[in-house]
């Protein structure tokens, strides 16, 4: 259930609306439903000899505002409190008698009329359509006061959470004030009209929020803006300094033919001039190029290496968010520049889900906790490096590293869910629990040519040698034992553990080193994870058509888990000699 609060200053017209027609003839048998003393006039059921409605309504507009008229210039000029309240397309068709109580629980709620107040104010809700009411209500009470009405839009949420509880509806998650404004009904009404599948308030901040991912500059970041074919209008001081932005769509105009625009701050809570001015400044990506992985691979592309380097960061702020430390607010920032620069640059077969995973996500990324020592560098450089290396093919060593990247954000979601969850954000924790299943379906897309390439290398190992590497697996991860010989779902995980073997690690010791990262309760497939863990960390192509090489440092590797600052206590080793100890560690990257 949805309550929407405006205020006004015409009750006679905004009652025309409510019993007229509607914009597209979507109000039928417009009636009240209730009202302060329960025998207000109705324009839409006058039982009466000859009714006229026009006379009625006129009647009705009167007695609503007979008190805003005796208090004078005390009324506030604003005197009109309106509030659309919606039930969610599943649920059941309230009665009459259910939306009174609905109203009359609100307009307690918020303090305009409570229950055995004789001087509460005067109001009437209104029901045009099976799904809501309208509540419109003048703001003078009948001691000619002003109602104190602090906090109206969290309290009528707050009893609509409990009116859904008790009438059995849709429970909804409780709003914190800082999610996005909603396209209003004219916005909606026009996009259908004009064609367009989402409004241009949605496409804007879509826009916006992909302009700012890893961006360095405001320069870059308003000539991304233009770039991608948005208009933009900058404020500035006298001083010649920028105080703030506006971007509308091309095509997009009001009735007098002007572009429609919209600052920042009217498509999302931090995208605001100041508040981007802020990350930028938190969070100054490395504007140089790519960090180098394996500067010897030249098989690896670009958008391979991007995926690689991001993947080891995106492990170090799941580490973070571990921590229940109010700094991970930073990195939920930063996560979300990352899944937008993915989404931009993913193959077609992964680009919808990735996309949506990145729209879920950006509702998780604001809430009133607030980072004091923010530092998103190295997440905002790794959604840049990925932006810079340009879109991935989508097969080969990029679809590969695609699949290993989104794996690991599977992780990074859930373990922002939690975090959110700690601390009571309802919406965010379910907006992150709804990018993971995004992110999901993304994986299974992206993942199933190489590890199905995979699997078949892991039957084809000699049978003495996967005999080796199951055991090794069921030592590790008890919870998989099978019968040796008989289990299939460590195909995968068995070809891995012998190329790394071959590039010069040992598999015990590397197979531990993976399960330690990170705990993987929350993990859809251990096996996949793991798969892709050591893949990184032992710098194999993430494609098993690539050929193996020895393993080089890794500066993307993922922090230790016994440091859970997120930082290092000790450097990194060299890498192996050619001939390895098989008792030694494999080297720290």
């Known amino acids: 259930m949805v309550p929407k609060i405006r205020r006004g200053s015409r009750t006679h017209g905004l009652l025309v609306y409510l019993y007229g027609p509607g914009k597209r003839d ?16 109705d324009p839409g059921r006058d039982t009466s000899p000859d009714p006229d409605p026009k006379v009625t309504l006129a009647r009705l507009a009167a007695a609503l505002d007979l008190r805003v008229k005796q208090a004078g210039d005390k009324a506030p000029a604003q005197h009109v409190w309106h509030c659309s309240v919606r039930t969610d397309p599943g649920d059941r068709t309230l009665t009459d008698d259910e939306w009174n109580t609905v109203a009359r629980r609100l307009v307690h709620a918020v303090n305009l009329a409570p229950e055995g107040d004789p001087d509460g104010c005067r109001w009437i809700a209104v029901r045009h359509a099976d799904d809501h009411i309208h509540i419109l209500a003048t703001m003078v009470r009948g001691d ?19 009116i859904e509880q008790e009438m059995g509806l849709r429970r909804l998650k409780p709003g914190d004030g800082t999610g996005a404004k909603t396209p209003t009904s004219a916005e909606r009404f026009k996009a259908e009209r004009t064609g367009r599948p989402e409004t241009p ?6 826009a916006v929020r992909q302009a700012v991912a890893g961006a360095a500059s405001e320069a870059e970041f308003f ?43 009217t498509l999302a809570p931090d995208l605001s001039y100041p508040k981007i001015q802020r990350r930028l400044a938190d969070g100054t990506p490395d504007a140089g190029p790519l960090p180098e992985v394996d500067s010897s691979r030249a098989d690896w592309s670009l958008p391979a290496r991007g995926r690689r380097t991001a ?11 571990d921590t229940d430390d109010d700094e991970a607010a930073a990195q939920l920032v930063g996560v979300g520049e990352l899944l937008d620069a993915v989404a931009q640059t993913s193959p077609a077969a992964t680009r919808a889900e990735l996309g949506a995973a990145a729209r879920s996500f950006e509702r998780a990324t ?13 997440i905002r450089s790794a959604a840049r490096g990925i932006i810079q290396a340009g879109g991935a093919l989508g097969r080969g060593e990029d679809g590969g590293t695609t699949a290993m990247l989104v794996s690991t954000l599977v992780l990074v979601a859930l373990a922002a869910a939690r975090w959110h969850s700690a601390r009571g954000h309802a919406q965010q924790a379910e907006a992150s629990r709804q990018a993971a299943e995004h992110l999901r379906a993304a994986y299974r897309q992206a993942s199933a040519a190489p590890m199905q390439a995979l699997r078949d290398q892991g039957r084809a190992l000699p049978e003495a040698q996967r005999r080796t590497y199951e055991t090794t697996i069921r030592a590790a991860l008890p919870e998989n034992s099978t019968r040796v010989g008989t289990n299939t779902k460590n195909d995968a995980l068995a070809a891995t553990l012998a190329q790394a073997e071959q590039a010069g690690h040992d598999p015990k010791a590397l197979l531990q080193e993976a399960i330690a990262m990170r705990e993987l309760d929350t993990a859809e497939d251990v096996n996949d994870v793991l798969v892709w863990r050591l893949r990184r960390l032992a710098q194999l192509p993430a494609h098993p058509g690539e050929a193996t090489r020895r393993p080089h440092v890794d500066t993307s590797r993922a922090t230790p888990p016994a440091n859970r600052t997120g930082l290092r206590t000790t450097p990194p080793a060299s890498p192996r000699p050619a001939a390895p100890d098989p008792r030694s560690r494999p080297p720290h990257r």
């Open 26 to 41: 979507e109000h039928t048998d417009p009636h009240l439903v209730g009202s302060w003393d329960g025998f207000a006039p």
């Open 144 to 162: 000619l006061r002003r109602p104190r009405m602090n906090y109206d839009f969290k309290k009528a949420q707050t009893e609509c959470r409990r």
């Open 201 to 206: 308030r949605e496409t804007l901040r879509e």
């Open 223 to 265: 000539a991304r803006l233009r770039g991608a074919g948005l208009r933009v209008k900058l404020r500035h001081a006298p001083s010649g300094d920028v105080l703030g932005y506006t971007v509308a769509l091309p095509g997009d105009r009001n009735r007098d033919r002007e572009p429609v625009w919209f600052a920042g701050s």
């Open 311 to 321: 993947t080891g960061i995106a492990e170090r702020a799941a580490v973070l968010l």
């Open 366 to 378: 604001r809430s009133h906790v607030r980072a004091e020592r923010a530092d998103t560098r190295a």
